[in-house]
């Protein structure tokens, strides 16, 4: 029987661990910039509801339906519980 050859190590064993790091570094700002654009569009629905156009009727809903808007923009990517608490 033969040895094996040195190139043909698992991958596994070839991966260098400072390549493993800079791939766990990479997933986390991936992570993190998704955060921060579901925290941009959930900021961009509460401005956009706090806005009074110059035809709009004084005291309509619209603070109330785009709080309730950045709430499930922060529920969908999972930045908030149900309950109002920070994941």
Do not use: F, Y
């Amino acid at each position: 029987m033969s040895q094996p050859k040195p190139d043909m190590v698992p991958a596994t064993e070839q991966t260098h661990p400072l390549e493993l790091e800079l791939n766990l570094l990479k997933a986390r700002v991936s992570k993190a910039e998704k955060q921060i654009q579901a925290l941009a569009e959930a900021h961009l629905a509460l401005a956009r509801g706090l806005e009074a156009g110059p035809l709009e009727e004084p005291g309509q809903m619209h603070p109330a339906q785009a709080a309730r808007l950045a709430h499930e923009l922060l529920l969908a990517a999972g930045l908030v519980r149900s309950g109002g608490d920070t994941a």
